[in-house]
């Protein structure tokens, strides 16, 4: 982009933005008109005002009778609050309930608030554009579980900050970051330059090194970043949350045969099963080189002298040889990032959205919820062996 278009890009945004910091309300928001404008100039304009991030909810509150009034700003509505009132129209054991949800305040005529609203057992959504009082019926809960859940802590409730336009701007954002193309590339470096602060200088060709094996050792390190398919998306939101600049390490063993070899979990089986896996490294870096499509960029770390000469490299290997073949660690992999109870969460993540998601996925794929949190949260809670295991939910339920 030309200097002067960002120049006038930035313009415009600084008068959006100061425009509706001090403006009353009016018959119209600067915003609404930003998809009328050409699309030269209103899609860097969102851009600028908008990114992927804004795809995820705020949560507000959660309310669970009519004395647990719980109140908020939104971002169209700036004086809302809701209340739970518990009623059993069905006649069944347990009944249902109506969330109240009084708007007021709106900062234009022609914007709306969209909130999701969740249970362990449930995921909803409504959006609301005139000011007053709103209701969303639970005709029944999902039995005494859910019944417990609301009464003693409430239905959440999540705010879509970003509005109806943010909002659609944000899914046009997220989904190229899992296509595996051009643009889903550029779009997953673009994410971590804005929230991140990553830079990424390209390098001159040749881009692919011919490394010697004879010069990688026992206990060297294999540091990966995936930038582009549904692999380079998931890392480009793992590294996001966590901090790091690799979404995936592996580690080099060389045999008492001279014999290197690479050992990595993720690795996929003929089954189709992820797994821990001890590979040579020829048939590993051949993958690498020819048949992974993610555009893999991979930095070798060789050990320090020093820290060379104290690898045990015995217990190494015995260590890689009793995990060859076993499942991928999934147990760990949600835990490797969250290990406090609210300091693990760039903004504007938090405990109660991430609980919220789980929720979601596990209604959404369930099998895949069982791997990455079911798994995990039983091995802490010491459920593994259990003949019928906790879900996500039932964690929820017995925190």
């Known amino acids: 982009m030309a200097a002067s278009s960002s120049l006038t890009v930035l313009g415009i945004s600084f008068y959006l933005s100061f425009f509706a910091a001090h403006a009353l309300q009016l ?24 990114s992927a991030v804004d795809l995820l909810p705020t949560f507000v509150g959660a309310t669970s009778s009519p004395n647990g009034t719980v109140e908020w700003k939104g971002a169209c509505f700036y004086k809302n609050k809701a209340w739970m009132e518990f009623h059993n129209k069905t006649g069944n054991e347990f009944g249902g309930g109506t969330l109240h949800i009084e708007v007021s305040e709106a900062h234009s005529w022609t914007c709306m608030d969209i909130y999701v609203f969740v249970t362990p057992y449930r995921v909803t959504w409504d959006y609301y554009f005139l000011s007053r009082e709103h209701t969303l019926e639970f005709k029944e809960w999902e039995g005494k579980a859910e019944y417990e859940y609301v009464k003693n802590r409430g239905i959440s409730i999540f705010l879509m900050q970003a509005g109806m336009l943010g909002t659609l701007q944000a899914l046009w954002d997220v989904f190229p970051l899992f296509t595996n193309t051009g643009w889903g590339e550029n779009s997953n470096i673009a994410f971590l330059e804005k929230r991140m602060g990553a830079t990424f200088e390209q390098r001159p060709q040749p881009w692919v090194t011919n490394i010697s094996a004879d010069d990688i050792h026992t206990g060297d390190l294999l540091a990966i970043s995936k930038i582009r398919g549904r692999w380079g998306g998931f890392e480009t939101l793992e590294k996001w949350v966590s901090g790091a600049y690799a979404g995936h390490t592996a580690v ?41 499509d993610s555009n893999p960029h991979i930095a070798l770390l ?21 995990m060859n073949g076993k499942p991928y ?35 959404i794929q369930p099998a895949y ?31």
Not at 258 to 273: A, H
Not at 333 to 341: A, K, Q, Y
Not at 376 to 390: D, F, V
Request: hydrophobic residues 40%; negative net charge.
């Open 329 to 363: 660690g999934y147990h760990n992999m949600i835990f490797s990032w969250i290990d406090t109870i609210d300091g693990n969460y760039p903004p504007p993540l938090d405990a109660h959205l991430v609980a919220s998601v789980m929720t979601v996925w596990n209604q």
């Open 252 to 292: 080099c063993l060389r045999d008492s045969e001279g014999k290197l070899w690479v050992g990595e979990s993720g690795n996929e089986n003929e089954q189709g099963e992820d797994i821990i896996a001890v590979l040579p490294w020829d048939e590993w870096w051949e993958f690498e080189l020819t048949k992974d």
């Open 27 to 50: 018959p119209f928001h600067p915003h609404d008109f930003l998809p009328l404008l050409p699309r030269q100039v209103s899609w860097p304009i969102l851009n600028y005002l908008n």
């Open 302 to 322: 060789p050990l320090h002298p020093d820290v060379r000469a104290k690898f045990n490299e015995t217990a190494a290997w015995e260590y890689a040889l009793s």
């Open 369 to 399: 919820a069982a791997n990455m949190w079911n798994e995990a949260l039983n091995k802490r809670l010491g459920t593994e062996k259990m003949i019928k295991k906790l879900s996500a939910s039932d964690a929820f339920l017995d925190k």
